[in-house]
């Protein structure tokens, strides 16, 4: 063989064995490829309640350019996130909602002529959202009204909702029912992405719909045995590689609570929760059995970025999770910017302009921040004294000393954000606004009405009690500010009757302690909003009457009807002009001064602390946790006295037997 045949040789044995090995290994490079984990990206938020543009304050947000203010959120900002996450990526980005991105701020006072929310949402991305108990402030009709607007501007993202339960026998959900039968709203989507079939439903959880009066008559199933039903239905029927569901339940930190961390471990089957309701801020995932939960705090100061993958044996993979803070280093989408700036426009011409408004004109400055927290303080003293300032500006008639109104009352859950100094101290518009912004009045126009009604000194201190005793077990929107009180209660006493003394002020300033037993049957005039006033039955059947209140008229005849007793605000004209529980904040800070002369008004420095309204003292002395006791301590001391005397009853029976068994042996 000749040297170049003997080459060609080696040669044609050396490809043939490479040959041989490419075909070895291209299956198995095939199958490696087959099996390769599919990637998925959900990027998410909650609680976004219409806080379109970024705060604290308005005034400084500015989303044209970056580095020069404070504020968080902002949705041309959530914009500019979003696509840049889709762009970063070459496998599917799903963006989902986990309800309440209604109400809070003025653009919700379009919402049923606009649907901005609903609208801005689907112009940014968003795949899916479910409800939230504030949907339901504008009643069934309402929020019919806004998923039917958005359909008919420029559509509205899958709205997912599987524990709905209409009532046939009530016409005021007829419009919802009739949207969820048209599709509208669904219980489920099953959508497909990168090869992944993904099933995802939504909720409302127990505290949520709690606190969602307004909804009725539309109620809502047990979370548990929906969501069972709803895995079922996807696993089985659907045949979904992935379930997710949208819940607006909550993640609480006492964990029998945690209604999203409960239902991870009473329904197997949910690979991803992305919770909302509580406005908490997750940093780490909560990974409760095979099941990953994840919030972003509210108001769309984050986003979450949840990475996740599926795999060849059919298992949800968590891979990364980060939360971004919506902040002014990120440069607002140009567009949806614009498209705010036309319904601020709509609001400033509809809503603003004939109360003399505009939405960044400066109502007030400060040089503090005023901010809500679970304990009296300066903003809620702010408000409750708005409230009554107000009202007695209306109602109160020097010839009735009866007319006057003694008491105020606010919830936590009602005050929806702080007043902040920011950059330059200017309160606008805008910011008051969304200080106490929710509610439709009985007239079905925009914001909770103004009430005023009467009640006894006992029932005033079963109000007080409320967040002695239901704030603790409930959370912190049940915590009351009040104006016209001062309030003492020893947090060591028995449930429900830990209000020690109340002191009442009286016309010229000073406090007189009240008789609140059962024998002063004298009524006390007492103001707060529709919202509140409404919760009074929900506090009476809670605690199975024991907090029992009943609002009475100047004659002490319990008020049927709530409605009537709407603050009329402007008596001059005919019919009722509701008056609007953010106007009175409006109409208190037009009687400060304006000290430095540069046409704002001043806060007052006294909002800057607390004034000892409502006073914890701590004691087991047993005088203090017997002293003015009700029927609730005076029963549970005379069951205690019950128990200890049949114990030493026992005890001296025992001691007897065992006294007369040795005298036998002796």
Known sequence: MTVKAKRHYLFSLFAAGWWFVFLSVCPLIHASAAFEPKKLTIIHTND??????????????????????????????????????????????????????????????????????????????????????????LKPSGLSRILRTAQSKAGLPGVLASNLIFDPDQEEDDALEQDFKQGLINPYAVIERNGIRIGIFGL?????????????????????????????????????????????????????????????????????????????????PIFVN??????????????????????????????????????????????INQLIQENKELIESRILKDRGLQFYQPLAETGFDLCIEDRETGLGNLITDALRRAVNKRVYDPARPLSRVRVALQSNGLIRSDIVKGQTGVVGVSDLFRVVPLGIGVDDTMSYPVLTFYLYASEIKKAMEVATSIYPAKGSDYFLQFSGLKVIYNPKRMIFDR???????????????????????????????????SFIKFVGDYTKSILK????????????????????????????????????????MDTFEDSDGNGIKEIPQRYSQTEDRYVAEPSLNPVDLLKGGTFITWGAFGAVLVVLGIFFLVFFVVLKKIKKRRQSRQ
């Open 499 to 533: 209000v020690t003394d109340i002191w009442i002020e009286e016309q010229d300033g000073t406090y007189r302690l009240l008789d609140t037993s059962r024998s002063n049957q004298k009524l006390y005039r007492v103001t707060s909003n529709f919202f509140n006033s």
């Open 48 to 137: 976004l309640h219409s806080h379109l543009l970024g705060h604290s304050p308005n005034w400084d947000y500015t989303p044209e350019t970056v580095l020069d203010d404070d504020t968080q959120g902002g949705w041309a900002r959530i914009a500019t996130v979003i696509q840049g996450e889709k762009q970063a990526r070459d496998h599917p980005v799903l963006v989902l909602d986990a309800g309440d991105f209604l109400m809070g701020t003025l653009f919700h006072m379009i919402s049923r002529e606009q649907a901005v929310e609903l609208m801005l949402m689907k112009k940014i991305g968003f795949d899916f959202t479910t409800l939230g108990n504030h949907e339901f402030d």
């Open 204 to 284: 409302l959880g127990k505290d949520a719909s709690e606190t969602a009066p307004f909804a009725w008559p539309v109620t809502f199933a047990d979370i548990v045995e929906s969501s069972n039903d709803m895995v079922r239905t996807l696993r089985d029927e659907e045949n979904v590689d992935m379930v997710v569901c949208l819940s607006h339940s909550g993640i609480w930190d006492e964990k029998k609570k945690s209604e999203d961390e409960i239902l991870a471990k009473k329904v197997p089957g949910i690979d991803i929760i992305i919770s909302g309701h509580t406005h908490t801020r997750v940093t780490e």
């Open 290 to 335: 095979d099941t990953v939960i994840v919030q972003a705090d509210s108001y769309g100061k984050f986003v979450g970025i949840l990475d996740v993958a599926w795999d060849e044996s059919e298992t949800v993979l968590f891979e990364n999770y980060r939360l971004t803070e919506i902040n002014d280093s990120i440069k607002g989408n140009e567009r």
């Open 549 to 588: 209140m009943v609002p009475k008229d100047a004659d002490g005849n319990p008020i049927k009807d709530l409605g009537t007793a709407r603050v009329d605000a402007d008596p001059d004209t005919s019919g009722i002009q509701e008056l609007k529980d953010w106007e009175t904040l409006f109409e208190y």
